[in-house]
């Protein structure tokens, strides 16, 4: 009985050890994709980065939970000053950039896309690409341009045409990006199937 009960209080123990190093890592990551040289449009005020990838991988890849989690660490050390954001920027004075409300829907972002992932990872595994390429395309449609043009709109004061057509110009390379993902996170999913199956 003894040995029983060592084992089952170890095990809640190396989950929560393993559930914070990929919380932690995938917050570096979203960092370092944030920090790739970024593509700056004609007129464009928010540049065009790899941010949307790391915070749609976290989210397809870690689950609705953690994903949230990674995304939320990794602004948390950006707003505390740590120059983590596109551009090397950080610190609270990005709340009143054009670009506030894209870092504002991330977390809502990752959810989505985590929890339909999460929703469909049942299906045959040539269709698994289909399904994480759909997820992170509905975090990108329903959070992440959403909110974000609605904030930029807002700061630069367009009308909400305005907005939405400079904010259109964002979504070919998000497409591309989630494209990424799926192949990406459909390959991390091969190779530890746990990723997918029990997820937390």
């Known amino acids: 009985m003894a040995g029983g009960?060592?084992?089952?209080?170890?095990?809640?123990?190396?989950?929560?050890?393993?559930?914070?190093?990929?919380?932690?890592?995938?917050?570096?990551?979203?960092?370092?994709c944030a920090l790739l040289p970024a593509i700056h449009v004609a007129a464009m005020a928010v540049p065009i980065t790899l941010q949307t990838f790391g915070v749609m991988l976290a989210g397809v890849v870690l689950g609705a939970r953690r994903g949230v989690l990674?995304?939320?660490?990794?602004?948390?050390?950006g707003l505390a000053g740590l120059p983590v954001f596109a551009e090397g920027t950080g610190g609270l004075a990005v709340v009143g950039k054009p670009s506030f409300?894209?870092?504002?829907?991330?977390?809502?972002a990752a959810a989505i896309a985590g929890a339909l992932v999460s929703l469909?990872?049942?299906?045959?595994?040539g269709r698994?690409?289909?399904?994480?390429?759909?997820?992170?395309?509905?975090?990108?449609?329903?959070?992440?341009?959403?909110?974000?043009?609605?904030?930029?709109?807002?700061?630069?004061?367009?009308?909400?045409?305005?907005?939405?057509a400079?904010?259109?110009?964002?979504?070919?390379?998000?497409?591309?990006?989630?494209v990424l993902v799926a192949v990406v996170a459909s390959a991390v999913f091969r190779a530890f199937p746990d990723m997918l199956y029990r997820r937390r």
Do not use: C, E
């Open 5 to 32: 009960r060592a084992g089952a209080a170890v095990a809640p123990r190396t989950h929560v050890a393993t559930d914070v190093a990929l919380v932690a890592t995938f917050a570096a990551f979203i960092a370092v």
């Open 70 to 77: 990674a995304v939320l660490l990794y602004l948390a050390v």
């Open 101 to 108: 409300g894209y870092l504002l829907a991330f977390p809502v």
């Open 120 to 125: 469909g990872r049942r299906v045959r595994a």
């Open 128 to 164: 698994l690409p289909l399904v994480v390429f759909g997820a992170a395309m509905a975090g990108s449609l329903l959070a992440t341009h959403p909110l974000g043009i609605a904030v930029m709109g807002w700061r630069l004061d367009m009308t909400p045409a305005q907005a939405i």
């Open 166 to 178: 400079t904010g259109a110009t964002f979504l070919p390379g998000d497409v591309v990006k989630n």
